[in-house]
Structure formats: C-alpha cells, structure tokens
C-alpha cells in the first residue's frame, strides 16, 4: 500500500482507507508544525459510495469523461443555438442521445470499481453516479469537481446552465431512483420542445420576412418592366425620328448635289458662249 502525503490523494484510496490514512497525514502535518493544514485535513469528509465511484472513475477514465465533457459542450451549443432561431431539435435530441450513451459507459465501470472495491453494487447507487455525470456533462462547476477527484458527496443537476449542480443532500439520495430519471427525461423533453417551439416561430418570423420581401421585388420589378417598356417607346420614336432625319438629310444632300451640278452645266454654257461668269464665282 501506497502511503498518502497529499490530502487530494485520500480520495484516491480504497474507501474504508480514508479515515485511518486521513489520521496519518493530520498526524505528519501536526509533526512537521502546519497545524492549520492539519486541521483542514482532519475536516476533510469520507466520501460516500457513489463520490467516491467517481471519484475513481476520475483517476481512471480520463478519456471517456473527456469525451463526455466534450459532447456535454455540443449539447450545451445545440441548446443554445435553437434558442437563438440558428439549430435544429434533431441536433439536441441526438446529443442528449449520445450524452445518456456516455454516462451508461462510465456508470458501468463505475459499477466494476465499486464490486472490485467489495462495495454494495445498488440500482440507487449507480443512479446517483449518472447523475454526478450529467450534472458534470452540464454544468462548469459541476465538472471542475469532477474533474479535481475529491468529491465528498455525489452531485445532481436542478436546472441548467452553470450553477445548477448541488451536493445531493440526504433526502435526494433516497428520493426513488425511477422519479429522478423521469424527472430529468422530463426535464429534457421540456427542453427540447421549448427550443422546437423558439424554432417554429423563428422560421414564422423569417417566412414572414421573406414573403414580405419577395412582395416588394415583386413590386419593384413591374415599376423597372414599366419604366422599361417607357425608355424603349421612347428609344423607338426617337430612332422613327432619326430615320426622318436621314431621310430628310439626304434628300436634301440629293438636291444640293443636282443643283451644283445644273450650276456648273450653266456656267459652262456661258463659257462657250464667251460671257465672263458670273461675279462672286
């Protein structure tokens, strides 16, 4: 047996070790003169069954809480994300799927600590364990004493978002364990339906929104055909215009030029006819 000289490590021992290895570290602090460390120690509480199963599960499951803590912060997103109008209801139920996964993983060999240890393996027991783990997957300071190992007494959650996980008093650790589970399903489909309800009326409000808008384009788009079939009235009187003009120019250019050319046939004719043109020629 390994000898304890940290007072984090106390929660790490078999359980029935507790209370005479916390005699010895009270007795080295008080002979090493750190008598108030000696008294915060000698303070220190047995854990009870489930505390210390998850405790344990803190020394040796590292990975799967990781894992766990890791998709507790999915669901807190998916929560927070159908609250906001930007989620989905299936992203919540399947989180909270894989949240319930997870916690039967670790409750199981929180189960097999508990029989190796040689204590009482109880449905009541092992339910208290899943609820420090939900409370953990949930809540930040739920799992930042999961996470330190030293838990004296097993947690639960009573609401969501931080600070909603407490020390299981003694009348919840007998309340029956059927209750508290419907009690937290219920609370999660309660949940669930308030964020499908926040979803429905965001998609309400953005259709809405967009029949509104497809309104206005729609609006806007016969003004601009309008204003577009005007400009091309306009463009086509004009262009009728411009042909009269042209026509017009070059009749006259015709007439212009057939004069020129009788102005010089008689000027040539005077010629001939030995009489000086005209002044101004």
């Known amino acids: 047996m390994v000898a304890v000289t940290e007072a984090s490590e106390l929660y790490g021992v078999a359980r029935e070790r507790f209370i005479p290895e916390r005699a010895a570290v009270v007795k080295a602090l008080r002979g090493d003169g750190r008598r108030e460390e000696a008294t915060r120690v000698a303070g220190l509480r047995k854990p ?3 505390a210390w199963a998850v405790n344990q599960l803190t020394r040796t499951q590292r990975a799967a809480l990781t894992d766990l803590f890791a ?7 998916a929560h927070a994300d159908l609250l906001g109008g ?5 992203a919540v139920r399947a989180a909270t799927e894989r949240e319930r996964d997870a916690v039967d993983v670790l409750t199981r060999a929180a189960g097999g600590l508990l029989t190796g240890d040689g204590h009482e ?4 027991t092992l339910a208290r364990v899943a609820d420090t783990l939900h409370a953990a997957a949930r809540d930040e300071q739920a799992r930042d ?6 838990l004296e007494r097993e947690l639960r959650l009573v609401g969501l978002g931080s ?27 309660e949940q669930a339906e308030r964020a499908e309800r926040a979803e429905r009326a965001e998609r309400a409000e953005r259709l809405t929104a967009a029949r509104r808008s497809e309104s206005d384009a729609r609006r806007e788009a016969d003004r601009t055909a309008r204003a577009l079939a005007s400009a091309q009235q306009h463009r086509d ?3 009728e215009k411009l042909r009269d003009a042209d026509a017009a120019l070059a009749t006259a250019q015709e007439q212009a030029a057939a004069a020129t050319d009788g102005l010089r046939s008689a000027e040539r004719a005077l010629q001939r006819a030995g009489e000086p043109p005209a002044s101004g020629e």
């Open 86 to 90: 930007r989620g989905d209801p299936g």
């Open 163 to 189: 600070g909603a996980a407490v020390s299981d008093p003694a009348g919840a650790q007998r309340e029956p364990t059927a209750r508290r589970r419907a009690d937290r399903e219920r609370a999660d489909r």
């Open 71 to 77: 998709i507790g912060d999915e669901l807190s997103r």
């Open 48 to 50: 009870s069954v489930a």
């Open 145 to 150: 004493q999961v996470r330190g190992g030293c």
């Open 121 to 124: 393996l109880s449905p009541a």
């Open 237 to 239: 009187r004009a262009a």
